[in-house]
């Protein structure tokens, strides 16, 4: 056979197995719905990585090692079989309802107080006038008592008309910087290298990958190939699956994609994390 039609034969029996619904579609497909195009990305790089890797050990004669050894594709399979499961007790996890819009901080729930305490109070009593019977019992001589120490401050008019208490000093205002949290502090996207380390242990304990380069892929490349042949097959596995798997998560990573996905968030999540559940259990109990 030519080393065209050999590389032809090992991209025809790769590209399916790419494309087909898995692990890694679903983690970097899920990530790139809910989370950031540049993680997503990192994790699809992840992917391609081992996917190089695993490659390169197949055919480079290592493929063989599983054959020889059973106790050691005994412990793959196990070890695959839970990584699936406990993929899909996550998404469970994630598959919740969404927060109470009459919880704290919801449109129709109580006032949550920020760090400076004065989103706290109620516009009710921000604008209270004082009590008559206050002004009715203040002495002759406090009636000319200059005006409270906040005005003179310059504090907005909606605090100004609340005396503070007699003997008590005026809180100053609170510190811009310390209103709120910055939007950077309450959410932090995942780290690329992070990322990558995720897209790397998806792919290594992926089941059908372990599958198709230990079996499909040495049968289609035997070892009486040329080294250059060989060398030049492991590329094109790589230039497909980062083909494949950057175009998934730069397609869900769309404002489009995104809006659609976080309406069927948790239905999509339940029904894939089953799948995996119970392939993952399948897979482990499988001989």
């Known amino acids: 056979m030519s080393p065209a039609a050999t590389l032809a034969t090992v991209l025809l029996a790769y590209l399916p197995a790419a494309i087909s619904p898995g692990p890694n579609f679903v983690l970097i497909a899920h990530t790139a719905a809910t989370g950031t195009r540049r993680t997503a990305v990192a994790i699809a790089l992840g992917v391609v990585a081992a996917g190089g890797l695993l490659a390169a050990v197949a055919v480079f004669g290592l493929g063989g090692v599983l054959a020889r050894t059973p106790w050691l594709a005994t412990a793959l399979r196990v070890t695959c079989g839970g990584y699936l499961a406990w993929l899909g007790v996550r998404l469970w996890w994630h598959a919740r309802a969404p927060a109470d819009p009459g919880g704290p901080g919801g449109p129709g729930g109580p006032v949550v107080p920020d760090e400076g305490g004065v989103a706290a109070t109620p516009p009710a009593q921000a604008t209270a006038p004082p009590p008559q019977d206050a002004a009715a019992t203040t002495p002759p001589d406090q009636a000319a008592t200059p005006p409270p120490q906040r005005e003179l401050a310059g504090t907005p008019p909606s605090q100004a008309t609340i005396p503070p208490p007699q003997g008590e000093v005026a809180p100053a205002p609170p510190d811009r910087d310390e209103v709120a949290p910055t939007p950077s502090d309450q959410e932090r996207p995942a780290r690329p290298g992070s990322a990558f380390r995720r897209g790397v242990v998806s792919n290594l304990t992926n089941p059908k990958a372990a599958a198709f380069f230990g079996s499909v892929l040495t049968a289609t490349l035997p070892p009486t190939e040329p080294v250059a042949v060989r060398a030049a097959a492991v590329a094109l596995i790589v230039a497909v699956s980062a083909g494949w798997h950057l175009s998934v998560a730069l397609l869900f990573s769309s404002p489009v994609t995104q809006q659609w996905y976080a309406r069927a968030e ?15 259990l399948t897979l482990a109990v499988t001989p």
């Open 266 to 280: 948790p239905a999509l999540n339940r029904v894939v994390g089953t799948v995996l559940v119970v392939l993952g």
